[in-house]
Every structure is written in C-alpha cells, then in structure tokens.
C-alpha cells in the first residue's frame, strides 16, 4: 500500500504523522510511505532520516493527496486538504466532527474513508490514540494556566505555587479522566492548592487515597462547580464525552461573577469546550478576557511541544496504522472493533453515533460497510 504523510498545515502545528522509526516498520511490511519535504525538520527530524528509514520525499501536498492510498496525519484536514481527498482514499487523524459542521460536511463529500484517532477503543474502555496527547494536554494546561496567572498576559499576578507566608494559587479541576489526572499531577508538584470534581465517585476515591490531604475531591455538580469556580484562581476544563461535543458546565453567568484576572484553561475545546465563554484560539494569538477572565482555548494544544508529542502519539498509532495498510479498512476494521469505533465519515455516510446525532446526519452502522 501507498501511505502518505503530508506537513501539517495548522496554525503553529508542527506535529509530524510518523516518525522515522513508524516508516521503517511500515516499509518492513512491505509499503511504500511518501512524505512531504519538510515532514519533521521543525521537530528536529530532517528528509534524510526518513529516507535512511526508507520513505521517498514528495516536494507538495498534492502530490502525496493524489497517489497514496492511506494518508496519516494528526489534525483534522484544512478546507483546502478536505478537496484533495477522493473517493475510498482512507484519512487516519484526529477529526473532533460533532462541533464542526463544516469539515464534516466536505468529508462526507468526499467520498473518503475517514477514521478518528479520538473515537478508537481498547480492550481496558479506553480511547488508547487519545490518551498521549491528553497526556500533554492535561499537563501543559497548569503550565499554560499558571504563564497567564501573569500580570504580564493579563493574569492577577500570582504565582501558583505562592511562597512561605503567602498562599497558593487554587486551582479547580473539572473532570477526573487521563486530562485530569495529569493536570492534577502538575498542579500538586507546583504546590497549588487543587480541588478536583467528577462525577466518577470510584475514580474521587481513587485520586484521594493516591493524593490523601493534598487535594479535595467533590462530586460535580451544578452547585459543587459554581462554588468552585467562584472562588478559584485557576480552572481546568478536563471534560470529555466520546467522539461528541463537550457539556457547557461553567455558564457564562458564572465567569462573570469569577475573581478579575483568573484563568480559565479550556482542554475541551477540541469538542466544542466546557466553558459557555469558550472559543478556540491557536498558538499565536492564545488568550482573550471575557468579564475580566482570562480564556486560554488553544484547540492543539500538545502542538506547543510537538516533538514530545509526536513520538508519543506515533507511539499509539503506528500498531493501528500497520492493521489499516496490511489488511486494507474493510478487513482491518472487520477484525477489530475497537478500530472500527474509529470510523466516523465513511464513503458519504457518517458512521459514529455521536456525531450523527450532535450534527443531524442519518447514522450507518460501521458493522454493515466492512462486513
């Protein structure tokens, strides 16, 4: 099979879809991998490795759009990348669709077979191909939270962790899941006062026995989050619903009445964001202020250290990507439900529950296009 890997086009995205080492396996099964001129070099990996590890280097996207028969990428494709995909062409990425019509609607057009890194599972319930990069994300947004507590980026001026005599930063972590766990892990290292809501009361117990009289776990609520987020210096949106937009929990009421120069950290913008005030940003232009609240909603976030992100991430995908160029979609998604719980769009239909549902397209049971 003919896999290709374009450059990311993203704003501030340098996340590479394989590494030197995933084309060496792949071309070890006997594929053909393309990349674009380019691929890595931000990243530290230049043409000449992935040449070494056997990959040939095409000088445009459309080169790459045009013969492979498998294209790997991490963010979801750009309008102009949406055109160049054809029919039975597979998309292997992240897509995030149920909070965006638009890039749906051009992959339902296109004809092509497009599988979400984000909706696949595991044997253990788990979204494996998701997990690194919350990972990231989960722990860049204390670090993200804590910068813009800055007077300089609009923040009240406090240090998270304080000092002796003065206290701590508080920091309110919604959502107990791979992002939070993570974050929570970052904000108790930097000696932030931390409470942490989930409606999970096994995982609240959990965390407590791990963590004890370090933090402070309440079940989420409506009232147990506006109390929260009311007296808190830092909130974290860790929230996560499957492959469909994130629930609204901090309204916009809420972060009117939230302390001037606090930090709103939005890690579930990707599916429409937590917050009601949410809108995604990028790496340039990151934050702006609603009623005095700093919003931090970069939509990728792990795009800030792209290097660490892409070898994890490569990490999860490359078993899934050797399946899909092996076997072909079909068999591979045949034998392998929780790669087929990845299928979202799939030769004009969309196929995962979730964002048929949130966007209003007829669902197509995956099952009866592979067997």
């Known amino acids: 099979m003919l896999i290709g890997v374009p450059k990311e086009i993203k704003n501030n995205e340098y996340r590479a879809g394989l590494t030197p080492s995933g084309v060496r396996e792949l071309t070890a099964h006997g594929h053909r991998v393309l990349i674009e001129t380019g691929l890595g070099r931000a990243i530290g990996l230049d043409d000449e490795q992935y040449v070494a590890a056997g990959a040939q280097v095409a000088a445009t996207p459309a080169e790459i759009f045009k013969q492979a028969e498998l294209l ?8 102009q990348e949406c055109r160049m995909l054809r029919p039975g062409q597979v998309l292997f990425t992240y897509l995030h669709l149920a909070p965006d019509p638009i890039q749906t609607k051009a992959l339902v057009e296109s004809g092509a077979v497009c599988i979400a890194y984000e909706t696949v599972t595991a044997e253990s319930g788990g ?3 998701l997990t690194p990069m919350s990972e990231v994300a989960g722990r860049m947004s204390i670090q993200a939270g804590a910068t813009n507590l800055e007077m300089s980026n609009g923040g009240m001026g406090m240090l998270l962790g304080g000092v002796p005599g ?8 919604i959502g107990a899941g791979v992002v939070g766990t993570n974050a929570l892990q970052m904000a108790v290292g930097a000696g932030a006062r931390v409470t942490l809501l989930d409606k999970s009361l096994d995982r609240l ?8 009289n370090r933090i ?8 147990a989050i506006e109390r929260a987020v009311l007296s808190a210096d830092l909130v974290i949106g860790a929230v996560l619903i499957p492959g469909a937009a994130a629930p609204k929990l901090v309204t916009r009421a809420m972060v009117s009445r939230m302390k001037r120069g606090s930090v709103l950290v939005d890690v579930a913008i990707d599916q429409g964001g937590c917050f009601e005030t949410s809108r995604p940003t990028t790496h340039a232009d990151p ?24 070898f994890a991430l490569n990490n999860a995908t490359l078993p899934f990507a050797i399946a899909l160029a092996d ?45």
């Open 287 to 310: 934050t702006f202020v609603v009623d005095g609240v700093v919003h931090y909603c970069v939509a990728n976030m792990p795009g800030a250290v792209a290097r660490t992100s892409t």
């Open 127 to 129: 979204l494996p191909l």
């Open 327 to 371: 076997k072909g979609w079909k068999k591979a998604l045949a034998d392998d439900v929780h790669l087929r719980r990845g299928l979202n769009v799939c030769q004009g239909e969309v196929t995962y529950q979730a964002v048929a549902r949130a966007l209003g397209y007829k669902w197509r049971d995956p099952q009866t296009l592979t067997g």
């Open 166 to 173: 003065v206290a701590p930063a508080h920091v309110v972590i």
């Open 205 to 212: 117990r959990h965390l407590d026995l791990v963590y004890g």
């Open 72 to 79: 790997i990428k991490v963010k979801e494709p750009q309008s």
């Open 216 to 223: 402070s776990t309440q079940h989420s609520s409506g009232h």
